[in-house]
């Protein structure tokens, strides 16, 4: 009874701990936004988990096949590509110092051929997302994309329809193609270290604790994190309507990637958010 009852706090100790560290980074940076210059929460999520999605490449590098490095060198290439093409798209300087377009190229291509590197790594241990083209099941992967925009176009829309409340501006019709290529860089970068990578990290992390529950509790994390991310400025305001709109955005544009991702691969998750941006983007939002 002791035994069991010391291991069930341990595990509940460590889900608590994960969170906590989780929380304490967006109150640590809003915190010191006030008083010095601070990077965005995304850019200090991005980095640590391209870290860990580097340290478990190099930990686990014999489970890696040579078509995963071909699949995650493609990606950083394709990405890197499309910023470089990029007229819609314009991301925030990174870091505040790269703020030119041949620089955010090599950031974001970097990025996601590191980020991609680990989930795979990841994805060979029993991660909890399946990227299907890396198994070369082409099948379950153009299901999956399919299933994806079905789901997402109606949210698109929807989407875009808050975005006019919200922000009070009309719909201003943009270049289709423009806006096809360049959702690709939210689409598939976000996925790709959020969806991708950071889930399977606080998968690994919680696995042994929750040998059933860890896809899910972690997903959740890796989840909220990735919405919340989106209101780094907004919690420095006003915390309380950052909550509040990250809590709806969650609902709405957070869950179901997340179950397309556990339930139908990676690809379905990034078919889904790719439409957002690019229903966004041919919108003028």
């Known amino acids: ?65 040579k078509g995963d ?7 950083g290439a394709i990405v890197g590509a499309g910023m470089l093409c990029a007229s819609l798209f314009a991301p925030y300087p990174f870091l505040g110092i790269v703020r030119d377009k041949i620089g955010q190229t090599w950031i974001r291509g970097s990025l996601t051929f590191l980020a ?35 789901i997402g176009l109606p949210l698109a829309v929807l989407n875009v329809f808050a975005l006019q409340f919200t ?33 399977g990290l606080l998968w690994l992390v919680l696995r042994n604790s929750f040998p059933k529950q860890a896809a899910w509790l972690s997903g959740l994390l890796a989840m909220l994190t990735h919405t919340y991310a989106h209101f780094d400025d907004l919690f420095i305001r006003s915390p309380l309507a950052a909550l509040g709109m990250g809590a709806a955005l969650a609902l709405f544009w957070g869950l179901p990637p997340l ?20 229903v966004r983007f041919l919108t003028g939002f």
């Open 1 to 65: 009874m002791t035994n069991t009852y010391s291991y069930g706090q341990n595990k509940y100790a460590v889900l608590c701990l994960l969170s906590a560290a989780l929380g304490i980074i967006f109150a640590m940076r809003a915190a010191l936004a006030w008083i010095i210059v601070i990077p965005r929460v995304f850019e200090i999520f991005d980095i640590l988990t391209v870290i860990g999605a580097l340290a478990v490449s190099l930990k686990f590098r014999r489970s890696l096949q």
């Open 69 to 75: 490095w071909v699949i995650a060198l493609s990606l």
């Open 116 to 150: 991609t590197l680990g989930g795979l790594t990841i994805m060979r241990q029993g991660g909890p997302a399946q990227f299907h083209v890396a198994n070369g099941n082409l099948r379950d992967a153009s299901r999956g994309i399919l299933l994806g925009l079905a």
């Open 167 to 199: 922000q009070r501006q009309p719909i201003i019709w943009q270049n289709l193609f423009a806006a096809l290529l360049d959702a690709l860089q939210p689409g598939v970068v976000e996925e790709i270290i959020y969806r991708f990578a950071l889930w």
């Open 259 to 278: 179950f397309l991702a556990r339930r139908r691969g990676l690809e379905a998750a990034i078919a889904f958010h790719w439409l957002q941006d690019a």
